[in-house]
């Protein structure tokens, strides 16, 4: 071989030498990242992401006695896994709460203070609602990872415990829009503000519940099976005005999660003036409802009360109890079945 076929040899192989040692450079990153993307393969708990989401935290406010709640957060623990259990997701208020209640295809119990094999509440979950009784006010805080908003919610025909995913108050009738004909009447409850109802079919006049919020639960009945997907954007400025004739007095009145709803339908056969209130009694004399005209009405709904067994207190009616409504004190006379029975809806008429 010649001097000069030696020179380009060597110059060939430093020419490849140089090549190979830049693409190994410049391919650094690649091969890096290819192998952890391998590993991540591998073993789950190895992750590409160098920031992991960011923990939320929602924190809802429960008043003495029963609360519909709900939560719109993906409960982890300090490590980051998801936790599930009653006892873990209520963990912040340990030691003070005294039942956990539910609903999913059928009655669901958890009491903390009985052995676990007795409770059949075993998860909580945000598409579902819950009721939670507490002997004192008490703030629960979740932490975790933010629920998508727009997750399809399966609810079967008749009662459905639901729970609030958006993270924005909105009106009632276009959160639930997705549904639109096919519920008949969605309400919840909690000791500060008592009961609020939206009835489907009734004018918007009859019904107080305005916004669906987030931290709420609710109870809903459909005609008919159907998926509830919330809208990931709205708020409450759309919502329509309620009834400004009267208002809900609840001043004096143990409110209980447990009414009826009772319409009186004046005919015109007694005049309504600004000041006058209507009271609903039982038949132990303790007034469960009451209303309070602001003006001229032809019809008045009132949210009954019942009592709550569990508690050694009468804090209103009890099932197939008749009810007394009252006009400033003075008995009315009315046409109708003025009964009471829980989530009841009666429509009674002045004689």
């Not at 991540?40 to 590409?48: A, D, E, G, I, R």
């Not at 939206?198 to 099976?225: H, V």
């Not at 709550?308 to 006379?333: C, M, Q, V, W, Y």
């Amino acid at each position: 071989m010649s001097n000069f076929a030696k020179a380009k040899n060597i110059l060939f192989l430093s020419i490849a030498v140089f090549s190979l040692v830049v693409v190994l450079t410049a391919n650094k990153n690649t091969v890096n990242t290819s192998k952890q993307a391998a590993m991540s393969f591998l073993n789950p708990k190895v992750t590409l992401a160098s920031a992991t989401a960011p923990t939320q935290t929602q924190t809802i406010q429960l008043y003495t006695g029963w609360n519909y709640i709900s939560f719109n957060i993906e409960p982890l623990d300090q490590n980051g896994n998801p936790i599930y259990s009653v006892k873990d997701v209520l963990m912040s208020i340990n030691g003070q709460y005294a039942a956990v209640q539910s609903f999913d295809r059928g009655a669901k119990s958890y009491y903390p203070d009985l052995p676990e094999s007795m409770n059949d509440l075993k998860t909580m979950l945000p598409q579902f609602g819950y009721s939670i009784k507490v002997p004192q006010n008490v703030v629960l805080t979740i932490n975790g990872k933010q629920t998508k908003a727009n997750q399809p919610i399966s609810l079967q025909a008749g009662w459905n415990n639901i729970g609030y995913l958006p993270n924005m108050a909105i009106n009632t009738k276009f959160a639930l829009y997705s549904i639109r004909d096919k519920y008949e009447k969605i309400y919840t409850f909690n000791p500060k503000d008592g009961a609020k109802v939206y009835y489907n079919d009734l004018p918007w006049s009859f019904n107080d519940l305005t916004c669906m919020r987030p931290g709420q639960g609710y109870w809903i009945k459909m005609k008919e099976a159907a998926a509830l997907i919330y809208p990931l954007t709205g708020n409450c400025s759309a919502t329509l005005p309620t009834s400004d004739s009267y208002y809900q007095d609840t001043n004096g009145i143990t409110m209980s999660n447990f009414w009826a709803d009772f319409v009186i339908d004046t005919a015109f056969k007694i005049r309504l003036k600004t000041g006058d209130v209507i009271e609903a009694v039982d038949n132990n004399n303790i007034v469960c409802g009451r209303a309070v005209i602001n003006k001229l009405t032809k019809t008045v709904q009132i949210h009954v009360y019942g009592d709550d067994a569990t508690t050694p207190a009468d804090e209103g009616a009890k099932n197939d109890e008749p009810i007394t409504f009252r006009l400033n004190g003075n008995t009315i006379s009315l046409t109708g079945y003025s009964v009471w029975n829980e989530q009841a809806y009666r429509t009674l008429t002045v004689n």
